[in-house]
């Protein structure tokens, strides 16, 4: 048996989300039945992360035990092949040790939520970028963001469905930048609670449309109450973009 560490990359919006659902389609669900098309196996698939839907995905790290005597590439030329027409890719497929597991071995998380701010319509950017149409203060939101920064009980950007133990979370950084229209926020955690990120960006756009001030987001975060919580952005413009590990983990080159 080998086990095998992949790359994902993903459109969130026809999935219910990465997790297998009992009422629409799920990315992990994809991929299982790549697997399958090429090897005949059933084989589970384990995620760095757990994306909701239409969340997506531009390196989401995953792994799965394989008895196969393909190369990590023909695998993953299979895989890619296997997955048409769905809106997922294998960027990259390695060999791993045994222990190594995509999610309990992940050190850090990083997602980017994307806004465009303009009030023309969205073409190219459409289901993959919230759009708001008031002008966005871009240096306000970036400098109420570190107000989240550090270890805080997230309890407010929390959703009431989330199943985490606790809802104490250290935020190593959260940046906020204007590119042109575009604004990036971009958010780095060991781990992030249900709906966390999406939580944050609401407020910001609060605070960068002048409702909000950098106190009132610190209050916020102070009440520990999903009350408390000033929008929840949707979906559309969110991406888990990486995971980070310890050590490189591949054994072998890809060809």
């Not at 023909?74 to 222990?99: F, K, S, T, Y």
């Not at 929008?231 to 888990?240: E, I, K, R, S, V």
Request: charged share 25%.
């Amino acid at each position: 048996m080998t086990r095998f560490a992949l790359t994902l990359e993903y459109d969130g919006r026809p999935f219910m989300g990465w997790q297998h659902q009992d009422h629409g389609p799920s990315v992990q669900q994809a991929v299982e039945e790549a697997i399958k098309k090429i090897t005949q196996q059933d084989i589970r698939v384990f995620a760095a992360g757990r994306t909701d839907a239409g969340v997506h995905a531009l390196g989401m790290r995953a792994h799965f035990d394989l008895e196969t005597k393909l190369t990590p590439f023909r695998l993953m030329e299979g895989l890619n092949a296997g997955l048409r027409p769905h809106p997922v890719a294998v960027l990259n497929l390695d060999i791993v040790d045994d222990e190594w597991h995509a999610r309990f071995a992940c050190i850090g998380r990083r997602y980017v939520y994307k806004i465009i701010n303009r009030r023309a319509p969205l073409t190219l950017d459409k289901g993959q970028s919230w759009q708001v149409v008031r002008p966005l203060d871009a240096g306000a939101m970036h400098a109420a963001a570190q107000e989240l920064v550090g270890e805080h009980d997230f309890t407010t950007f929390r959703s009431a469905h989330c199943q985490a133990q606790s809802p104490v979370k250290t935020l190593d950084s959260i940046s906020v930048t204007r590119f042109g229209e575009e604004i990036e926020v971009e958010v780095a955690a060991r781990s992030f609670l249900h709906h966390q990120v999406r939580s944050i960006v609401g407020c910001l756009k609060l605070v960068g449309e002048g409702n909000w001030t950098r106190g009132d987001l610190r209050q916020a975060l102070q009440a520990k109450d999903r009350d408390a919580l000033g929008f929840n952005a949707p979906p559309d413009g969110l991406y888990f973009v990486d995971a980070i590990y310890p050590q490189v983990e591949e054994k072998s080159e890809t060809e």
